[in-house]
């Protein structure tokens, strides 16, 4: 099957155009960010680009050759801009303008000649081929980061692209690709390359919503899952992540802030609010990977330790009080009660939800002991504890 290269541009083109304009739309309902603005305008840039360039020996070469290629240039430079709008990277201006701008040069400096059709798809798919490359790194980062299975896709996808650019790029050096004028030296290896990519543009425009919509869901997850205030797990996300351990042997600790109502009465509710936000740091930054913990209620708290046993647990909350006490010191001008931390330990196996309250109710016979006794410490579970 012969390939017509003019009619695969064309087609490029008005694909490209119909994807800028939907993305363009979907933009303007504000639900999304101003990264579709900037893919949007990427996709509307080509799809000129491409028309100019299916109007090579028509429209003046000024036009068909300088600004045609320009705008392909310019449009790949937004892609790189809106990976990393959409990875809350932003870029400055000054970037976007240098990194748009010094690659066009060229094609007003030096590739003007009609002629000089080869050199000048060497030199914009070894461009492009640089872009797709910085996006797929950026898309690559993001799903390490966001965990989001879509990121993956659009790394590899583009990835792809930058491939395919690279050995059109090499092709074109090698003389693979034809001689002469771009739309008579009767390649069809030139005009297969130009349909794939064409291809692979749309697919990158599915990868794209793809990754928006997955992003949205873990948002709404975590929304569901965690507490707004500390960024903690909440009750339902405890529920969730212990359900996930699957019998293995762990320590729970009930925390309780000491002196919380004085606090909130004496100080105010926002002075509260920044105590709890500094336990959580602090708890974060002493626990370790896999460990979780949550807002119970109120000023109480729950911290879930796999595979440890009661005395590694019972260190372990002493660290927490230690590293609370710490930033309670920062805090003791602002703060006009000192808050403690009472912690009671049990230790159980993860089997299921209703383990959890089991161990929760041991945890709180420790912690119900230790507040009798003067709070501001920890205290273990046992089974004398229990009878009594």
């Known amino acids: 099957m012969a390939f017509d290269l003019r009619t695969v541009y064309a087609m490029t083109a008005l694909a490209c155009v119909i994807m800028g304009a939907v993305q363009l739309a979907a ?21 000129l680009a491409s028309c100019l360039i299916v109007l090579r020996e028509i429209a003046p070469d000024f036009l068909s050759i300088s600004v045609g290629n320009t705008l392909t240039i310019v449009g790949s430079a937004f892609l790189v801009v809106a990976i990393r709008e959409f990875a809350g990277r932003r870029i400055s201006p000054l970037s976007v303008v ?55 896709l659009a790394s590899g996808l583009f990835a792809l692209t930058a491939t395919l650019y690279a050995a059109r790029a090499v092709m074109g050096w090698w003389g693979s690709l034809g001689g002469g004028p771009l739309f008579h030296n009767g390649d069809q290896m030139h005009a297969a390359l130009g349909l794939v990519a064409m291809l692979l543009l749309t697919l990158r425009c599915m990868v794209i919503m793809m990754m928006a919509t997955e992003r949205t869901q873990v948002q709404l997850e975590n929304a569901a899952y965690h507490d707004p205030l500390t960024g903690v797990l909440n009750r339902a996300g405890m529920s969730c992540a212990f359900a996930a351990l699957s019998r293995r042997p762990l320590a729970v600790l009930l925390i309780d802030v000491d002196n919380f109502k004085q606090l909130n009465d004496s100080c105010g509710h926002a002075m509260g609010d920044d105590v709890l936000k500094a336990f959580a740091s ?11 913990v949550a807002r119970h209620g109120g000023d109480e708290f729950v911290v879930v330790l796999p595979d440890r046993t009661l005395n590694e647990a019972a260190m372990l909350a002493q660290d927490i009080r230690s590293a609370f006490a710490v930033a309670m010191a920062g805090m003791a001008q602002a703060c006009c009660v000192r808050p403690t ?40 579970f046992s089974e004398e504890l229990q009878a009594a």
């Not at 070894?126 to 879509?150: N, P, Q």
């Not at 330990?345 to 006794?373: M, N, S, W």
Request: proline content about 5%.
């Open 282 to 292: 602090a708890a974060h930054d002493t626990l370790q990977p896999g460990d979780l």
């Open 341 to 380: 931390l009472s912690i009671g330990v049990a230790t159980g196996q993860a089997d299921a939800p209703e383990t959890l309250h089991a161990i929760l109710h041991k945890a709180d016979q420790a912690l119900y002991r230790r507040k009798r006794e003067g709070r501001d410490g920890v205290d273990v």
């Open 27 to 47: 933009f303007s309902t504000n639900r999304f960010g101003r990264w579709l603005a900037w893919w949007s305008a990427n996709n509307i840039l080509l799809g």
């Open 98 to 152: 240098l990194m748009a701008g010094l690659p066009s040069l060229p094609y007003f400096l030096i590739f003007t000649e009609p002629s000089q059709s080869m050199p000048r798809i060497v030199f914009l798919s070894a461009v492009c081929a640089l872009f797709d490359m910085a996006v797929a790194w950026e898309a690559r980062r993001m799903a390490r980061e966001e965990k989001l299975y879509s990121a993956e």
